[in-house]
DNA sequence: GGTTATTTGTTCGTATGTATC
DNA sequence: CGATACATACGAACAAATAAC
């Protein structure tokens, strides 16, 4: 019968108390122990809902003060966490667009940074480049982009937008394709970004094109 | 320096506990009892901590079992979440640099179309900047500049960003900003791209300095 | 400025439901 | 069945921060 789990139970408890009394952002919650007493509860399990809910940004509580419900205009997590889920054609484009968003920023940034954009790695794809026989990745080639742009968190999001946008960098490298990701690579060993941005957005966008077609 | 809030210190010692372990999704993580002992706190807190990451649906709990990391497979924004929830300095950095990198990417999208860059909205914007009583609000800007862009993706991983970059628009313009506002407004209407996108860039890099000076 | 009441932060002991062996 | 390990839950107690007087 009873949920297994009454922290849950105050939380949606929590909801409906502040619908029902029409808090607004900023004003106070009852107490810890009002909340206690009045929903028959232990403290504890009060405290297991209120910092569930303080984590996810939703309310604030201050020491010696009281809990508020947080001053947030738009806080569409549940919503963000719905219609990520719900993929249309309007979806699938900006996934997208967002990726090649994040690569050619992660280009900018190497291009940036002169430590990085003159090492000694490109050499190493120049040579990978060469070997015929393996086949080089266009996959690997743009992750390790990715990777090269220190920005841990824009990585997370390319692995994952990358994962839902159809893959367009499956495959190896074909040899007209070869010639443009050396130009590309040249590009950025001389930091001009935006020449580099411009020769990989061609390229990515062709490997686009390409896919739509095959598909349909 | 981190005296209340000792929940959030677990979550943190967490975090660190499942990289060094290498605890795998569906991997069962050490009991409340065992973690209160070896992180030296009560249990409770160490249950308000379970409790925020399980409402998170990073942890799953099943009584009389234990509690297990959670399978993730199908929900990529528990990915995105828990990267920059679970937050170290360096994280922090990335979530900002990555939250910009949108609004520029959003900046020049608008740039790019015609029907948007020209669209008569700015003149909105200029009478909103002109009434002095209410004070226009810095973060209404920006959001209005994502929506614009037509990316809700983009939009939606923004929203999310900014409400964990420290708010750097929190607040109303001032009368020196209000000019570079209608700069950057100008430059977007004559669709100067690279123009707008700079002055916006130094707008909103200012905007972060006098924040983490004032944080400090 | 000092005192007192209120509120959150944290710990601990205890009891109970549940799964595994 | 019993024994054990674990999560769930409660409530008392004290600490620390804040507000009101």
């Not at 003060?65 to 947030?72: C, Q, V, Y």
């Amino acid at each position: 019968m009873n949920q297994s789990k009454r922290y849950l139970d105050i939380v949606r408890d929590l909801r409906d108390m502040i619908r029902q009394d029409n808090i607004r952002p900023g004003d106070r919650i009852p107490s810890e122990r009002e909340l206690a007493e009045t929903l028959q509860v232990g403290r504890s399990t009060i405290r297991e809902a209120l910092r569930s809910l303080e984590l996810l940004g939703l309310i604030e509580t201050r020491r010696g003060e009281g809990t508020f419900l947080a001053d947030h205009r738009n806080n569409m997590l549940v919503e963000v966490l719905s219609t990520f889920i719900l993929q249309d054609n309007q979806s699938q484009k900006d996934v997208r667009e967002t990726r090649q968003m994040h690569e050619l920023a992660a280009i900018q940034a190497i291009c940036a940074d002169r430590t990085i954009s003159q090492m000694g790695i490109w050499d190493g794809f120049r040579m990978r480049l060469s070997e015929e026989e393996n086949g080089f990745q266009r996959e690997d080639f743009v992750r390790e982009l990715m990777v090269l742009s220190g920005n841990r968190l824009s990585l997370k999001i390319w692995v994952l937008l990358h994962k839902y946008s159809g893959n367009p960098y499956n495959g190896t490298v074909s040899k007209a394709e070869k010639e443009r990701l050396l130009n590309i690579l040249a590009a950025i060993e001389q930091q001009e970004t935006d020449k580099a941005a411009q020769e990989f957005k061609t390229w990515s966008d062709g490997l686009l094109k390409e896919r739509l077609r095959n598909d349909s």
